[in-house]
């Protein structure tokens, strides 16, 4: 719900109330076989309340501001039953557990933003924000006969502990823009974030149950935006260079990490601020309008390296954080034509992207290699607009990759499993708004 309050020509309130709740579950089976490799049920019970306040006010013709403040609230349960008594061969038998774990987080946060009209074509922008987290963990883990022996012996201790999270931080942002034309600006800034810290969510043993800190990052970054031939032709270009702190990876094999005793460092799925590292790339996006045709592309290049590491992690300097192409892009054109009945438009576009890794210890079983996947769409719309049918054509050329690999034998488990993408997908959509 939100309520806007106009006091006069420059000066307004505006308050933003969200509720939100969802519940989910699912099921897997990482091996599709007869044998119990990775069998899992789970869920997700969530609730969440959230309100925000915002003053917006003018200052004659040099200054716009806003000033606000943030509050938000969730509840989380993560009701599960693992039984993953083969994925690490030598835990046989006591790998099997029930849990139901909920999570109570806040967020408060405070801001201010700034933008001064230095002259016509010169702008400086100035933001801050004050943001203060916390997090209160509680673990249940049982037997299905509801013990914590049997084949809950490995995950017992966790039953009945709790571990908790604060953190708070200021981040900034500094911006200054020209107009050189109406159509063409040049800018620069300077601007921090980060990632919320917490504790483990999935440990596998009481020890295992550690803080990790908020990942914060700060990046310079320079750009044009333009427009061209009567806004016919858009064309936007920036280069940056990040610099990482308390990097956030998730181990898979974790003796010695964070006080973690070797003896209880595996099996692991910890979050560990694991280093630091630098991030330089270069983003490209165009967009062409003539009549009913329309072309757009975009492309990006990243090169990512870590300058410092914690060693336990097993992280070497050589290797790039999880999910990290070096280039991806995507291009594509369609045409509308019109008639009586309403309009055809029809569109083929493509996206690529070069290779990743899905774990933080990179190794050949957790390489996906790049790949390119292409897609159509052909839809009618009337000429009221209130309705849309469409038929799409996804992975049109049938490509076989991989969405996602999940390797366990590199850190001492039994198995390597992925995700195989869709094949050649076709759809009829019919859309319609009241």
């Given at each position: 719900?939100?309520v806007?309050?106009?006091?006069?020509?420059?000066?307004?309130?505006?308050?933003?109330?969200?509720?939100?709740?969802?519940?989910?579950s699912?099921?897997?089976?990482?091996?599709?076989?007869?044998?119990?490799?990775?069998?899992?049920?789970?869920?997700?019970?969530?609730?969440?309340?959230?309100?925000?306040?915002?003053?917006?006010?003018?200052?004659?013709?040099?200054?716009?501001?806003?000033v606000?403040?943030?509050?938000?609230r969730?509840?989380?349960?993560?009701?599960?039953?693992?039984?993953?008594?083969s994925?690490?061969?030598?835990?046989?038998?006591?790998?099997?557990?029930?849990?139901n774990?909920?999570t109570?987080?806040?967020?408060?946060?405070?801001?201010?933003?700034l933008?001064?009209?230095?002259?016509?074509?010169?702008?400086?922008?100035?933001?801050?924000?004050?943001t203060?987290?916390?997090?209160?963990?509680?673990?249940?883990?049982?037997?299905?006969?509801?013990?914590?022996?049997?084949?809950?012996t490995?995950?017992?201790?966790?039953?009945?502990?709790?571990a908790y999270?604060?953190?708070?931080?200021?981040?900034?942002?500094?911006?200054?823009?020209?107009h050189?034309?109406?159509?063409?600006?040049?800018?620069?800034?300077?601007?921090?974030?980060?990632k919320?810290?917490?504790?483990?969510?999935?440990?596998?043993?009481?020890?295992?149950?550690?803080q990790?800190n908020?990942?914060?990052?700060?990046?310079?970054e320079?750009?044009?935006?333009?427009s061209?031939f009567?806004?016919?032709?858009?064309?936007?270009?920036?280069?940056?260079?990040?610099?990482?702190r308390?990097?956030?990876?998730?181990?898979?094999?974790?003796?010695?990490?964070?006080?973690?005793?070797?003896?209880?460092?595996?099996?692991?799925a910890?979050?560990?601020?694991?280093?630091?590292?630098h991030?330089?790339?270069?983003?490209?996006?165009?967009q062409?309008?003539?009549?009913?045709?329309?072309?757009?592309?975009?492309?990006?290049?990243?090169d990512?390296?870590?300058?410092?590491?914690?060693?336990?992690?097993?992280?070497?300097?050589?290797?790039?954080?999880?999910?990290?192409?070096?280039?991806?892009g995507?291009?594509?054109?369609?045409?509308t034509i019109?008639?009586?009945?309403?309009?055809f438009?029809?569109?083929?576009?493509g996206?690529?992207?070069?290779?990743?890794?899905?774990?933080?210890?990179?190794?050949?079983?957790n390489?996906?290699?790049?790949?390119?996947?292409?897609?159509?769409?052909?839809?009618?719309?009337?000429?009221k607009?209130?309705w849309?049918?469409?038929?799409?054509?996804?992975?049109?050329?049938d490509?076989?990759?991989w969405l996602?690999?999940?390797?366990?034998?590199?850190?001492?488990?039994?198995s390597?499993?992925g995700?195989?993408?869709?094949?050649?997908?076709?759809?009829l959509?019919?859309?319609?708004?009241?």
């Open positions: 719900m939100s806007d309050w106009t006091l006069n020509e420059s000066l307004s309130l505006k308050n933003i109330l969200a509720l939100r709740g969802y519940s989910s699912w099921s897997e089976d990482n091996d599709e076989s007869i044998w119990p490799v990775g069998l899992g049920i789970e869920g997700l019970d969530h609730h969440q309340f959230s309100e925000e306040l915002r003053v917006n006010g003018r200052w004659g013709a040099l200054l716009d501001y806003t606000g403040g943030f509050y938000f969730e509840l989380t349960v993560y009701p599960a039953h693992e039984d993953l008594r994925v690490f061969p030598t835990l046989a038998g006591i790998f099997n557990f029930i849990q774990d909920p109570l987080a806040h967020d408060k946060a405070g801001y201010l933003h933008i001064y009209h230095l002259t016509p074509q010169f702008d400086a922008t100035f933001g801050a924000r004050f203060d987290q916390d997090k209160l963990y509680h673990y249940v883990r049982l037997n299905p006969q509801g013990g914590t022996g049997g084949s809950a490995l995950v017992g201790s966790l039953n009945g502990a709790s999270y604060h953190a708070n931080r200021w981040d900034w942002r500094g911006n200054l823009s020209y050189l034309t109406d159509q063409a600006m040049v800018y620069g800034q300077y601007s921090t974030g980060f919320g810290g917490g504790v483990d969510p999935r440990p596998f043993y009481v020890q295992q149950a550690v990790f908020p990942e914060s990052l700060a990046t310079y320079v750009g044009t935006k333009s061209w009567d806004n016919h032709l858009r064309t936007n270009l920036d280069g940056f260079f990040s610099q990482y308390d990097i956030q990876l998730t181990l898979l094999q974790c003796a010695g990490v964070g006080g973690v005793p070797p003896a209880f460092g595996t099996p692991c910890l979050p560990y601020n694991a280093g630091s590292g991030e330089k790339g270069v983003e490209f996006e165009t062409l309008s003539v009549g009913g045709f329309r072309a757009d592309a975009n492309l990006s290049y990243i990512f390296k870590y300058v410092s590491l914690n060693a336990a992690t097993g992280v070497s300097l050589s290797m790039v954080t999880p999910w990290t192409p070096r280039w991806q995507g291009a594509g054109v369609q045409y019109p008639f009586t009945a309403g309009s438009t029809g569109r083929i576009d996206t690529t992207r070069s290779g990743i890794y899905t774990n933080a210890v990179n190794g050949p079983y390489h996906i290699g790049g790949y390119t996947v292409y897609n159509a769409h052909l839809m009618w719309e009337p000429p607009g209130n849309q049918i469409s038929v799409q054509g996804k992975n049109i050329t490509k076989h990759y996602n690999v999940f390797d366990l034998a590199s850190s001492g488990g039994a390597v499993g995700v195989p993408s869709p094949p050649l997908e076709v759809d959509e019919i859309k319609h708004t009241m």
